[in-house]
């Protein structure tokens, strides 16, 4: 509904196809093995329909402070169901031989997916966020207060999505050094990712990203950028043992603090250390970048 205004990107061609299966890593827990919990995994493939209800049981677990989680799990269907046949996003499903394990929802062209769902499914969301509102008078308040002016202008007739022109902030320098060019081209969106508690440590999170992060390059973007919360909590430090960069901060209407990262796809992203066998590999679960906000 609030999509990412700082990116923007021509549609391509390429967008439209669906990305062949990619292999997951082998997994790395002796743990998950012992106990009998995780099968190796399989794949990573485009969403489905039929994937929803995990998407969105998988959603709450994670995010549960979020306010389209705090819509219900009819609206978070819907929400999650506009990045489905639509060729400016992409969703991913991580399966193991147990089934389901983990998503990932992002937009390859966040202006293009901001109006694809307001030309297609403006209506349906509008509908179903006010009957969610009707029967959580808090939420309702809380959505009064914080966002009821800027959906309401988001989601007038006859509005266009239109491309920011403001820049990503570019990383602070070293002393001395001549500042890197930022690569010229759009930022594709991550804009969640997690995996079942039951599949930690088995690579499902990195592969779901690799996944993104390769048709995003493939679709001509320059960089993708995601947020996640500041501190204790967060994934920064997972995303900063995979090269990326962190680029500043932001706060919510909630009051809660995020930091912006980004991957710039001119170089290749880092492959870090194995975890020891017995080692949680960190959630890598983010927050929508003004996609909730």
Not at 45 to 58: C, G, K, N, Q, Y
Not at 81 to 91: D, F, I, M, V
Request: charge should be positive; include cysteine; hydrophobic fraction near 40%.
């Amino acid at each position: 509904m609030d999509a990412d205004q700082r990116a923007a990107a021509l549609p391509s061609p390429a967008l439209g196809a669906a990305p062949p299966r990619l292999p997951v890593p082998a997994a790395r827990s002796r743990a998950a093995a012992d106990a009998g919990r995780a099968a190796a995994p399989t794949a990573v493939r485009t969403m489905t329909a039929d994937d929803l209800p995990h998407v969105v049981a998988e959603h709450l677990t994670h995010f549960p402070d979020g306010f389209f989680a705090r819509l219900g799990p009819a609206f978070l269907t819907a929400y999650c169901g506009t990045y489905l046949n639509n060729p400016y996003a992409r969703g991913y499903l991580a399966e193991t031989d147990l089934g389901p394990a983990g998503y990932l929802l992002g937009a390859l062209d966040p202006p293009g997916h901001r109006a694809h769902v307001l030309r297609s499914h403006r209506l349906s969301l509008a509908a179903r966020g006010a009957l969610s509102l009707a029967v959580r008078p808090r939420v309702a308040g809380h959505f009064l207060r914080t966002r009821a002016g800027r959906y309401a202008r988001t989601l007038a007739p006859g509005r266009r999505a239109a491309p920011s022109t403001e820049p990503p902030a570019p990383p602070v320098p070293d002393a001395g050094a001549e500042p890197a060019p930022e690569p010229a081209g759009p930022t594709a969106v991550l804009a969640y990712v997690a995996v079942a508690a039951r599949a930690r440590s088995l690579g499902l999170g990195a592969a779901l990203i690799a996944r993104f992060v390769a048709d995003a390059a493939e679709a001509g973007c320059a960089r993708v950028c995601l947020v996640t919360l500041t501190g204790e909590g967060g994934a920064g430090p997972y995303y900063e043992r995979h090269g990326w960069l962190a680029r500043g901060g932001s706060t919510t209407p909630d009051g809660r603090s995020f930091t912006t990262y980004e991957l710039p796809l001119t170089i290749a992203p880092k492959t870090p250390p194995d975890l020891p066998p017995d080692a949680p590999e960190p959630d890598p679960g983010v927050h929508p970048l003004k996609y909730e906000r």
